[in-house]
Protein backbone atom coordinates (compact mmCIF):
# COMPACT_ATOMS: atom_id res chain seq x y z
CA UNK A 1 0.00 0.00 0.00
CA UNK A 2 2.43 2.50 0.76
CA UNK A 3 4.87 2.02 -2.60
CA UNK A 4 0.92 2.45 -4.23
CA UNK A 5 0.44 5.69 -2.59
CA UNK A 6 4.14 7.31 -3.60
CA UNK A 7 3.71 6.41 -6.75
CA UNK A 8 0.33 7.88 -6.81
CA UNK A 9 0.97 11.04 -5.09
CA UNK A 10 4.32 11.51 -7.26
CA UNK A 11 2.05 11.14 -10.05
CA UNK A 12 -0.36 14.10 -8.53
CA UNK A 13 2.46 16.56 -7.53
CA UNK A 14 4.20 15.45 -10.81
CA UNK A 15 7.53 15.66 -8.84
CA UNK A 16 9.44 13.63 -6.59
CA UNK A 17 7.82 10.92 -4.52
CA UNK A 18 6.71 12.37 -1.12
CA UNK A 19 8.55 11.30 1.76
CA UNK A 20 7.81 8.25 3.61
CA UNK A 21 6.73 9.45 7.24
CA UNK A 22 4.04 11.56 5.38
CA UNK A 23 2.59 8.52 3.20
CA UNK A 24 2.67 6.61 6.49
CA UNK A 25 0.58 8.93 8.10
CA UNK A 26 -2.03 9.01 5.18
CA UNK A 27 -2.03 5.19 4.88
CA UNK A 28 -2.72 5.07 8.74
CA UNK A 29 -5.71 7.20 8.52
CA UNK A 30 -7.57 5.26 5.53
CA UNK A 31 -10.46 3.51 6.85
CA UNK A 32 -11.67 0.58 4.08
CA UNK A 33 -13.91 2.96 2.27
CA UNK A 34 -11.13 5.62 1.60
CA UNK A 35 -9.03 2.63 0.56
CA UNK A 36 -11.70 1.63 -2.22
CA UNK A 37 -11.55 5.68 -2.93
CA UNK A 38 -7.12 5.29 -3.89
CA UNK A 39 -7.60 2.12 -5.44
CA UNK A 40 -10.16 3.77 -7.88
CA UNK A 41 -8.18 6.72 -8.78
CA UNK A 42 -4.79 4.78 -8.92
CA UNK A 43 -6.97 3.04 -11.50
CA UNK A 44 -8.23 5.93 -13.57
CA UNK A 45 -4.65 7.41 -13.11
CA UNK A 46 -2.99 4.35 -14.99
CA UNK A 47 -5.73 4.15 -17.44
CA UNK A 48 -4.56 7.76 -18.36
CA UNK A 49 -1.23 6.77 -18.06
CA UNK A 50 -1.33 4.11 -20.20
CA UNK A 51 -3.20 6.00 -22.95
CA UNK A 52 -0.89 8.66 -22.83
CA UNK A 53 2.12 6.55 -22.89
CA UNK A 54 0.52 5.09 -26.11
CA UNK A 55 1.03 8.25 -27.98
CA UNK A 56 3.90 6.39 -30.12
CA UNK A 57 0.94 4.53 -31.69
CA UNK A 58 -0.10 8.10 -33.22
CA UNK A 59 2.82 7.15 -35.87
CA UNK A 60 1.35 4.19 -36.99
CA UNK A 61 -1.90 5.75 -37.02
CA UNK A 62 -0.42 9.13 -38.96
CA UNK A 63 1.09 6.63 -41.52
CA UNK A 64 -2.20 4.56 -42.20
CA UNK A 65 -4.00 8.23 -42.98
CA UNK A 66 -1.19 9.23 -45.41
CA UNK A 67 -1.32 6.13 -46.74
CA UNK A 68 -5.37 6.68 -47.47
CA UNK A 69 -4.79 10.08 -48.54
CA UNK A 70 -2.31 8.72 -51.05
CA UNK A 71 -4.81 5.98 -52.73
CA UNK A 72 -8.07 7.88 -52.59
CA UNK A 73 -6.01 10.92 -54.28
CA UNK A 74 -4.87 8.68 -56.92
CA UNK A 75 -7.96 6.25 -56.93
CA UNK A 76 -10.85 7.00 -59.75
CA UNK A 77 -12.28 8.96 -57.23
CA UNK A 78 -9.66 10.98 -56.62
CA UNK A 79 -11.57 14.35 -57.48
CA UNK A 80 -13.62 13.70 -54.44
CA UNK A 81 -10.60 13.98 -52.66
CA UNK A 82 -9.39 17.47 -54.16
CA UNK A 83 -12.38 18.42 -54.19
CA UNK A 84 -13.89 17.79 -50.56
CA UNK A 85 -10.62 19.64 -49.01
CA UNK A 86 -11.30 23.05 -51.00
CA UNK A 87 -15.12 22.91 -49.52
CA UNK A 88 -14.96 26.52 -48.37
CA UNK A 89 -16.57 26.54 -44.80
CA UNK A 90 -17.07 29.43 -42.18
CA UNK A 91 -18.23 30.80 -39.25
CA UNK A 92 -19.89 34.64 -38.55
CA UNK A 93 -20.86 36.45 -35.82
CA UNK A 94 -22.19 39.88 -36.17
CA UNK A 95 -20.62 41.82 -38.93
CA UNK A 96 -17.41 39.74 -38.60
CA UNK A 97 -16.65 36.40 -40.09
CA UNK A 98 -13.74 34.06 -41.47
CA UNK A 99 -14.33 31.40 -44.38
CA UNK A 100 -11.51 28.83 -45.66
CA UNK A 101 -11.38 26.02 -47.43
CA UNK A 102 -11.64 22.86 -45.38
CA UNK A 103 -7.56 22.16 -45.74
CA UNK A 104 -7.23 25.62 -44.55
CA UNK A 105 -9.24 24.51 -41.23
CA UNK A 106 -7.18 21.85 -40.91
CA UNK A 107 -3.78 23.52 -41.62
CA UNK A 108 -4.60 27.10 -39.99
CA UNK A 109 -6.76 26.12 -37.33
CA UNK A 110 -6.91 22.51 -36.31
CA UNK A 111 -2.86 22.49 -35.97
CA UNK A 112 -2.88 25.33 -33.28
CA UNK A 113 -3.50 23.12 -31.20
CA UNK A 114 -0.58 20.72 -32.10
CA UNK A 115 1.62 23.97 -31.75
CA UNK A 116 -0.12 24.51 -28.32
CA UNK A 117 1.14 21.19 -27.49
CA UNK A 118 3.99 21.59 -28.31
CA UNK A 119 4.45 25.54 -26.49
CA UNK A 120 3.01 23.71 -23.36
CA UNK A 121 5.92 20.83 -23.97
CA UNK A 122 8.30 23.30 -24.25
CA UNK A 123 7.30 25.44 -21.47
CA UNK A 124 7.42 22.67 -19.00
CA UNK A 125 10.87 21.69 -20.60
CA UNK A 126 12.20 25.23 -19.68
CA UNK A 127 10.41 24.90 -15.80
CA UNK A 128 11.09 21.83 -14.88
CA UNK A 129 12.53 19.89 -17.64
CA UNK A 130 15.31 19.27 -19.84
CA UNK A 131 15.73 23.34 -20.77
CA UNK A 132 15.66 24.01 -16.96
CA UNK A 133 19.77 22.76 -16.05
CA UNK A 134 21.75 23.39 -18.95
CA UNK A 135 24.10 20.35 -17.96
CA UNK A 136 21.17 18.19 -19.18
CA UNK A 137 20.05 19.98 -22.09
CA UNK A 138 23.31 20.91 -23.44
CA UNK A 139 23.57 17.37 -25.58
CA UNK A 140 20.48 17.15 -26.80
CA UNK A 141 20.57 21.01 -28.09
CA UNK A 142 23.74 20.64 -29.77
CA UNK A 143 22.19 17.83 -31.84
CA UNK A 144 19.07 20.05 -32.21
CA UNK A 145 21.13 22.47 -33.61
CA UNK A 146 23.32 20.13 -35.86
CA UNK A 147 20.22 18.40 -37.09
CA UNK A 148 18.82 21.95 -38.70
CA UNK A 149 21.44 23.46 -39.41
CA UNK A 150 22.90 21.14 -41.97
CA UNK A 151 19.79 20.04 -43.83
CA UNK A 152 19.20 23.54 -44.35
CA UNK A 153 22.89 24.03 -45.70
CA UNK A 154 22.86 20.95 -47.78
CA UNK A 155 19.16 22.02 -49.13
CA UNK A 156 20.67 26.13 -50.02
CA UNK A 157 23.47 23.66 -51.61
CA UNK A 158 21.07 22.28 -54.16
CA UNK A 159 19.02 24.37 -54.59
CA UNK A 160 21.76 27.77 -55.04
CA UNK A 161 21.86 27.87 -58.74
CA UNK A 162 19.12 27.16 -61.23
CA UNK A 163 15.06 27.07 -60.43
CA UNK A 164 15.27 25.94 -57.18
CA UNK A 165 13.17 27.63 -54.31
CA UNK A 166 15.11 28.94 -51.42
CA UNK A 167 12.34 29.43 -48.97
CA UNK A 168 11.98 25.98 -49.16
CA UNK A 169 15.30 25.26 -46.43
CA UNK A 170 13.05 24.72 -43.43
CA UNK A 171 11.39 21.39 -45.32
CA UNK A 172 13.78 18.94 -44.23
CA UNK A 173 14.94 20.76 -40.44
CA UNK A 174 11.83 19.25 -38.45
CA UNK A 175 11.80 15.67 -36.68
CA UNK A 176 8.83 13.96 -37.05
CA UNK A 177 9.03 12.77 -32.95
CA UNK A 178 5.80 10.75 -33.85
CA UNK A 179 7.22 8.27 -36.57
CA UNK A 180 10.46 8.19 -34.74
CA UNK A 181 8.99 6.54 -31.33
CA UNK A 182 6.99 4.33 -33.37
CA UNK A 183 9.96 2.99 -34.95
CA UNK A 184 11.82 2.75 -31.59
CA UNK A 185 8.30 0.89 -30.27
CA UNK A 186 8.51 -1.68 -33.45
CA UNK A 187 12.44 -2.31 -31.69
CA UNK A 188 11.14 -2.82 -27.79
CA UNK A 189 13.54 -3.00 -25.20
CA UNK A 190 16.80 -3.66 -27.71
CA UNK A 191 17.43 0.10 -27.66
CA UNK A 192 17.98 1.73 -24.26
CA UNK A 193 15.92 3.92 -22.84
CA UNK A 194 18.75 6.50 -23.12
CA UNK A 195 17.91 7.06 -26.71
CA UNK A 196 14.40 7.56 -26.63
CA UNK A 197 14.95 10.20 -23.61
CA UNK A 198 17.37 11.77 -25.82
CA UNK A 199 14.91 11.89 -29.01
CA UNK A 200 12.34 12.80 -27.28
CA UNK A 201 14.75 15.69 -25.52
CA UNK A 202 16.17 16.38 -28.96
CA UNK A 203 12.42 16.77 -30.95
CA UNK A 204 11.38 19.46 -28.28
CA UNK A 205 14.38 21.82 -29.26
CA UNK A 206 13.73 20.84 -33.14
CA UNK A 207 10.24 22.08 -32.83
CA UNK A 208 11.41 25.09 -30.36
CA UNK A 209 13.93 25.92 -34.08
CA UNK A 210 11.24 25.08 -36.30
CA UNK A 211 8.55 27.59 -34.45
CA UNK A 212 11.35 30.32 -34.45
CA UNK A 213 12.03 29.78 -38.42
CA UNK A 214 8.13 29.96 -39.01
CA UNK A 215 7.72 33.04 -37.58
CA UNK A 216 10.97 34.67 -39.18
CA UNK A 217 10.36 33.50 -42.90
CA UNK A 218 7.56 32.48 -43.21
CA UNK A 219 4.98 35.41 -42.95
CA UNK A 220 3.26 37.45 -44.86
CA UNK A 221 3.19 41.44 -44.89
CA UNK A 222 1.52 42.84 -42.18
CA UNK A 223 -1.47 44.31 -40.60
CA UNK A 224 -0.46 46.71 -38.12
CA UNK A 225 -3.82 47.12 -36.56
CA UNK A 226 -4.31 43.42 -36.34
CA UNK A 227 -1.05 43.11 -34.98
CA UNK A 228 -1.82 45.39 -32.44
CA UNK A 229 -5.38 43.61 -31.27
CA UNK A 230 -3.46 40.49 -31.43
CA UNK A 231 -1.11 42.22 -29.18
CA UNK A 232 -3.29 43.56 -26.46
CA UNK A 233 -5.20 39.87 -26.08
CA UNK A 234 -1.62 38.81 -25.81
CA UNK A 235 -0.89 41.26 -22.95
CA UNK A 236 -4.54 40.41 -21.18
CA UNK A 237 -3.37 36.66 -21.00
CA UNK A 238 -0.14 37.67 -19.26
CA UNK A 239 -2.12 39.80 -17.25
CA UNK A 240 -3.73 36.56 -16.39
CA UNK A 241 -1.23 35.13 -15.62
CA UNK A 242 0.47 37.70 -13.62
CA UNK A 243 -2.94 38.05 -11.50
CA UNK A 244 -2.73 34.48 -10.63
CA UNK A 245 -5.39 33.29 -12.57
CA UNK A 246 -5.65 29.35 -12.48
CA UNK A 247 -8.33 28.36 -14.11
CA UNK A 248 -7.92 27.24 -18.02
CA UNK A 249 -11.56 28.42 -18.99
CA UNK A 250 -10.27 32.58 -19.14
CA UNK A 251 -6.81 31.24 -21.47
CA UNK A 252 -8.75 29.28 -23.92
CA UNK A 253 -11.12 31.89 -24.47
CA UNK A 254 -8.64 34.43 -25.08
CA UNK A 255 -6.85 32.01 -27.14
CA UNK A 256 -9.43 31.88 -30.01
CA UNK A 257 -9.26 35.75 -29.99
CA UNK A 258 -5.39 35.52 -30.10
CA UNK A 259 -5.71 32.94 -32.81
CA UNK A 260 -8.30 35.15 -35.20
CA UNK A 261 -5.94 38.03 -34.75
CA UNK A 262 -2.68 36.56 -35.38
CA UNK A 263 -4.26 35.19 -38.65
CA UNK A 264 -5.24 38.74 -39.74
CA UNK A 265 -2.28 40.53 -38.78
CA UNK A 266 -0.49 38.15 -40.86
CA UNK A 267 1.89 36.19 -39.10
CA UNK A 268 0.80 32.43 -39.41
CA UNK A 269 -1.70 31.82 -37.36
CA UNK A 270 0.17 28.65 -35.46
CA UNK A 271 2.45 30.91 -33.92
CA UNK A 272 -0.69 31.86 -31.58
CA UNK A 273 -0.72 28.45 -30.14
CA UNK A 274 3.19 28.74 -29.10
CA UNK A 275 1.83 32.26 -27.44
CA UNK A 276 -0.93 31.48 -25.54
CA UNK A 277 1.01 28.29 -24.25
CA UNK A 278 3.75 30.40 -22.86
CA UNK A 279 1.27 31.95 -20.78
CA UNK A 280 -0.32 28.89 -19.07
CA UNK A 281 0.10 29.30 -15.66
CA UNK A 282 2.60 26.37 -14.00
CA UNK A 283 1.64 26.82 -10.61
CA UNK A 284 -1.03 24.86 -8.97
CA UNK A 285 -3.94 26.70 -6.95
CA UNK A 286 -2.79 24.31 -4.15
CA UNK A 287 0.34 23.44 -3.15
CA UNK A 288 1.25 20.11 -1.87
CA UNK A 289 1.57 20.50 1.61
CA UNK A 290 -1.80 22.27 2.23
CA UNK A 291 -3.23 19.23 -0.05
CA UNK A 292 -1.18 16.59 2.18
CA UNK A 293 -2.98 18.60 5.55
CA UNK A 294 -6.32 18.64 3.78
CA UNK A 295 -6.45 14.96 2.75
CA UNK A 296 -5.29 14.24 6.79
CA UNK A 297 -8.22 16.27 8.18
CA UNK A 298 -11.05 14.80 5.31
CA UNK A 299 -9.57 11.20 5.68
CA UNK A 300 -9.64 11.96 9.63
CA UNK A 301 -13.23 12.94 9.79
CA UNK A 302 -13.83 9.83 6.82
CA UNK A 303 -12.85 7.31 9.33
CA UNK A 304 -14.52 8.34 12.52
CA UNK A 305 -18.17 8.26 11.32
CA UNK A 306 -17.11 4.19 10.96
CA UNK A 307 -18.21 1.96 8.95
CA UNK A 308 -20.57 -0.82 8.66
CA UNK A 309 -21.42 -4.00 6.32
CA UNK A 310 -24.90 -3.33 6.03
CA UNK A 311 -24.54 0.39 4.92
CA UNK A 312 -25.02 0.62 1.44
CA UNK A 313 -24.51 4.61 1.12
CA UNK A 314 -21.74 6.89 2.79
CA UNK A 315 -22.77 9.33 5.91
CA UNK A 316 -23.46 12.96 4.67
CA UNK A 317 -20.77 13.94 6.36
CA UNK A 318 -18.13 10.99 4.78
CA UNK A 319 -19.67 12.09 1.02
CA UNK A 320 -18.34 15.84 2.20
CA UNK A 321 -15.35 14.46 2.72
CA UNK A 322 -14.63 12.84 -0.35
CA UNK A 323 -16.07 15.98 -2.63
CA UNK A 324 -13.46 17.97 0.01
CA UNK A 325 -10.54 15.73 -1.32
CA UNK A 326 -11.78 15.93 -5.30
CA UNK A 327 -11.63 19.44 -4.95
CA UNK A 328 -8.33 19.67 -3.25
CA UNK A 329 -7.38 16.77 -6.11
CA UNK A 330 -7.88 18.99 -8.79
CA UNK A 331 -6.44 22.30 -6.93
CA UNK A 332 -3.34 20.95 -6.44
CA UNK A 333 -2.89 19.90 -10.24
CA UNK A 334 -0.31 21.76 -12.46
CA UNK A 335 -2.63 23.94 -14.71
CA UNK A 336 -0.14 23.63 -17.58
CA UNK A 337 0.36 19.92 -17.40
CA UNK A 338 -3.19 19.19 -17.14
CA UNK A 339 -4.09 21.06 -20.25
CA UNK A 340 -1.16 19.33 -21.52
CA UNK A 341 -2.46 15.67 -21.02
CA UNK A 342 -5.78 16.98 -22.28
CA UNK A 343 -4.76 17.46 -25.43
CA UNK A 344 -2.28 15.13 -26.33
CA UNK A 345 -4.49 12.70 -27.25
CA UNK A 346 -5.98 15.11 -29.24
CA UNK A 347 -3.37 16.11 -30.79
CA UNK A 348 -1.33 12.61 -31.63
CA UNK A 349 -4.85 11.09 -32.61
CA UNK A 350 -6.94 13.62 -34.44
CA UNK A 351 -5.06 16.67 -35.18
CA UNK A 352 -2.38 15.30 -37.01
CA UNK A 353 -4.01 12.10 -39.02
CA UNK A 354 -6.37 14.86 -39.89
CA UNK A 355 -3.23 17.08 -41.09
CA UNK A 356 -1.80 13.97 -43.00
CA UNK A 357 -5.11 13.10 -44.61
CA UNK A 358 -5.54 16.41 -45.58
CA UNK A 359 -1.96 17.30 -47.11
CA UNK A 360 -0.25 13.62 -47.70
CA UNK A 361 -2.58 13.18 -51.11
CA UNK A 362 -0.10 13.58 -54.11
CA UNK A 363 -1.80 12.98 -57.24
CA UNK A 364 1.39 10.95 -59.28
CA UNK A 365 -0.05 11.75 -62.46
CA UNK A 366 0.41 15.21 -62.19
CA UNK A 367 3.74 15.20 -61.19
CA UNK A 368 5.85 13.33 -63.36
CA UNK A 369 7.20 16.28 -65.49
CA UNK A 370 8.45 18.07 -62.25
CA UNK A 371 9.39 15.30 -59.42
CA UNK A 372 13.26 15.42 -60.04
CA UNK A 373 13.88 19.26 -59.54
CA UNK A 374 16.39 20.65 -57.47
CA UNK A 375 13.66 21.15 -54.77
CA UNK A 376 12.99 17.44 -54.73
CA UNK A 377 16.53 16.73 -54.36
CA UNK A 378 17.08 19.28 -52.17
CA UNK A 379 14.53 17.63 -49.55
CA UNK A 380 16.10 14.10 -49.70
CA UNK A 381 19.33 15.34 -49.70
CA UNK A 382 18.48 17.62 -46.39
CA UNK A 383 16.42 14.79 -45.15
CA UNK A 384 18.63 11.55 -45.94
CA UNK A 385 21.90 13.00 -45.70
CA UNK A 386 21.55 16.58 -43.54
CA UNK A 387 19.86 15.63 -40.85
CA UNK A 388 21.57 12.64 -39.46
CA UNK A 389 25.19 14.42 -39.97
CA UNK A 390 24.07 17.47 -38.70
CA UNK A 391 22.66 15.56 -35.35
CA UNK A 392 25.83 13.16 -35.10
CA UNK A 393 28.63 15.17 -36.19
CA UNK A 394 27.00 18.16 -33.59
CA UNK A 395 27.10 15.97 -30.73
CA UNK A 396 30.18 13.92 -31.47
CA UNK A 397 32.13 17.19 -32.11
CA UNK A 398 30.47 18.79 -28.63
CA UNK A 399 31.67 15.49 -26.63
CA UNK A 400 35.16 15.68 -27.70
CA UNK A 401 35.83 19.42 -27.35
CA UNK A 402 34.14 19.19 -24.31
CA UNK A 403 30.96 21.47 -24.82
CA UNK A 404 28.44 18.60 -23.68
CA UNK A 405 28.49 15.26 -22.50
CA UNK A 406 26.65 12.09 -23.97
CA UNK A 407 24.70 10.09 -21.57
CA UNK A 408 25.80 7.14 -19.95
CA UNK A 409 24.47 3.90 -21.44
CA UNK A 410 24.00 5.49 -25.30
CA UNK A 411 27.03 3.97 -27.32
CA UNK A 412 27.95 6.24 -30.58
CA UNK A 413 26.64 3.16 -32.72
CA UNK A 414 23.09 3.06 -31.08
CA UNK A 415 23.16 6.83 -31.05
CA UNK A 416 24.18 7.13 -35.20
CA UNK A 417 20.72 4.70 -34.90
CA UNK A 418 18.80 7.83 -33.51
CA UNK A 419 20.03 10.40 -35.50
CA UNK A 420 19.16 8.34 -38.86
CA UNK A 421 15.59 8.13 -37.06
CA UNK A 422 15.90 11.99 -36.84
CA UNK A 423 15.74 12.13 -40.84
CA UNK A 424 11.56 11.27 -40.59
CA UNK A 425 10.04 14.58 -40.91
CA UNK A 426 6.89 13.98 -42.20
CA UNK A 427 4.36 16.36 -40.28
CA UNK A 428 6.25 19.38 -40.09
CA UNK A 429 8.07 19.15 -42.54
CA UNK A 430 4.71 19.03 -45.03
CA UNK A 431 3.38 21.86 -43.02
CA UNK A 432 6.61 24.21 -43.90
CA UNK A 433 6.82 22.74 -47.66
CA UNK A 434 2.94 24.34 -47.87
CA UNK A 435 4.28 27.84 -46.45
CA UNK A 436 7.62 28.15 -48.00
CA UNK A 437 7.09 26.58 -51.72
CA UNK A 438 4.88 27.24 -54.63
CA UNK A 439 2.23 25.60 -55.57
CA UNK A 440 3.45 23.03 -58.58
CA UNK A 441 6.71 21.67 -56.43
CA UNK A 442 4.56 21.11 -53.67
CA UNK A 443 3.55 18.01 -54.58
CA UNK A 444 6.73 16.57 -55.37
CA UNK A 445 8.15 18.24 -52.55
CA UNK A 446 5.33 16.40 -50.30
CA UNK A 447 6.23 12.77 -52.33
CA UNK A 448 9.80 12.94 -51.49
CA UNK A 449 8.76 13.84 -47.76
CA UNK A 450 6.89 10.77 -47.55
CA UNK A 451 9.93 8.53 -49.46
CA UNK A 452 12.58 10.25 -47.29
CA UNK A 453 10.49 9.84 -44.07
CA UNK A 454 9.81 6.21 -44.80
CA UNK A 455 13.62 5.37 -45.96
CA UNK A 456 14.89 6.48 -43.02
CA UNK A 457 12.48 4.98 -40.67
CA UNK A 458 13.50 1.67 -42.16
CA UNK A 459 16.86 2.14 -42.24
CA UNK A 460 17.00 3.71 -38.45
CA UNK A 461 15.21 0.65 -37.42
CA UNK A 462 17.50 -2.13 -39.71
CA UNK A 463 20.24 -0.47 -38.37
CA UNK A 464 19.80 -0.51 -34.46
CA UNK A 465 18.38 -3.64 -34.78
CA UNK A 466 21.58 -4.59 -36.16
CA UNK A 467 23.62 -2.93 -33.27
CA UNK A 468 21.41 -4.76 -30.72
CA UNK A 469 22.41 -7.68 -31.72
CA UNK A 470 25.95 -6.89 -31.59
CA UNK A 471 25.86 -5.15 -28.19
CA UNK A 472 23.10 -6.79 -26.42
CA UNK A 473 21.45 -3.82 -25.72
CA UNK A 474 18.34 -3.86 -23.66
CA UNK A 475 16.48 -0.85 -22.73
Not at 104 to 120: P, Q, T, Y
Not at 420 to 443: K, W, Y
Request: glycine content about 12%; overall charge neutral.
Amino acid sequence: MKNRLKVFFADLFGRAEPHDHVVGEIGCLLSREARILERVLLKQSRVIETFLEKETYSGFVLFAAAAVAMIWANSPASDTYFDFWHTEAGATVGRHGIEMALGEWVNDALMVFFFLVVGLEIKRELVVGELSSLRHAAFPIVGAIGGMIMPAALYLLVNATGDGQIKGFGVPMATDIAFALGCLMLLGDRVPMSLKVFLVSLAVFDDLGAIVVIAIFYNASLDIVALGYAAAVLATLIFLNRAGVKALWPYLILGIGLWFWVKESGIHATIAGVLLAMTVPVRARLDSERFLRICRRELASFEKCGYSGEAMLLTPRQQDSLEMIEKAYRAVQNPLVRLERGLHPLSAYVVMPLFALANAGVDLSGVGGSLIGPVTIGVLVGLAVGKPLGIFGATYLADRLGLARKPEGLSWRVLFGGALLGGVGFTMAIFVAHLGLESETVGPAKLFILMGSLLMGTIGSLYLLRVARREGVRG
